[in-house]
T-cell receptor, first 115, second 115 residues
Framework: AQSVTQPDIHITVSEGASLELRCNYSYGATPYLFWYVQSPGQGLQLLLKYFSGDTLVQGIKGFEAEFKRSQSSFNLRKPSVHWSDAAEYFCAVEMGMEYGNKLVFGAGTILRVKS | KAGVTQTPRYLIKTRGQQVTLSCSPISGHRSVSWYQQTPGQGLQFLFEYFSETQRNKGNFPGRFSGRQFSNSRSEMNVSTLELGDSALYLC??????????????FGAGSRLTVL
């Protein structure tokens, strides 16, 4: 079955440290890939997306993600975390027409930033 | 330009009642999707509408229904509420209903509590 896995439910990093959030997907073809962020009590905000081309994509707030076809992964990275980055992060995959172009979300990773 | 507006933001209902939630998409966006977010199940796709037609539907019982109006505004209805329907209901809009165009912009959500 098509699925999106975010293996880390919680991650805690120190302010100023680097961050990597993992995302793996199960889908036969190359999907469209997204990372969203959700602050408490808010909706989801798009951080970045990958459709095609360069496998390293830049997003807002200093985030980047790398698509690795061989590993079916789309990990999110940031070189230096700020306290305001504390939030929940969702990886999402748009499946193809055979699945109605549906967007499937991972379970999310809660990021805590310690000072 | 204005974002995705969801009303009401918070509501409390009792079991057996019904509820209607409203979503006004970004101006010019013709596709509206609805998601249910709960701590246990994460983000679950409910349905998607485009040009007043339901294009895609998730695995929810018939108590969950929706519709879209000619101005692209959408409503979802849940009848015979159950305790398990307590959740954050998120609406998202996008420009079109084609592969790779599903860059969703989310509203802040409607928080439903069923007592």
């Amino acid at each position: 079955a098509q699925s999106v896995t975010q293996p880390d439910i919680h991650i805690t990093v120190s302010e100023g440290a680097s961050l990597e959030l993992r995302c793996n997907y199960s889908y036969g073809a190359t999907p469209y890939l997204f990372w969203y962020v959700q602050s408490p009590g808010q909706g989801l905000q798009l951080l970045l997306k990958y459709f095609s081309g360069d496998t390293l994509v830049q997003g807002i707030k200093g985030f980047e993600a790398e698509f690795k076809r061989s590993q079916s992964s789309f990990n999110l990275r940031k070189p230096s975390v700020h306290w305001s980055d504390a939030a929940e992060y969702f990886c999402a995959v748009e499946m193809g027409m055979e699945y109605g172009n549906k967007l499937v979300f991972g379970a999310g990773t809660i990021l805590r930033v310690k000072s | 330009k204005a974002g995705v507006t969801q009303t009401p933001r918070y509501l409390i209902k009792t079991r057996g009642q019904q509820v209607t939630l409203s979503c006004s998409p970004i101006s010019g966006h013709r596709s509206v999707s609805w998601y249910q977010q709960t701590p246990g199940q994460g983000l679950q796709f409910l349905f998607e509408y485009f040009s007043e037609t339901q294009r895609n539907k998730g695995n929810f019982p018939g108590r969950f229904s929706g519709r879209q109006f000619s101005n692209s505004r959408s409503e979802m209805n849940v009848s015979t509420l159950e305790l398990g329907d307590s959740a954050l209901y998120l609406c998202a809009s996008s420009l079109a209903y084609t592969a790779g165009a599903n860059v969703l912009t989310f509203g802040a959500g409607s928080r439903l509590t069923v007592l």
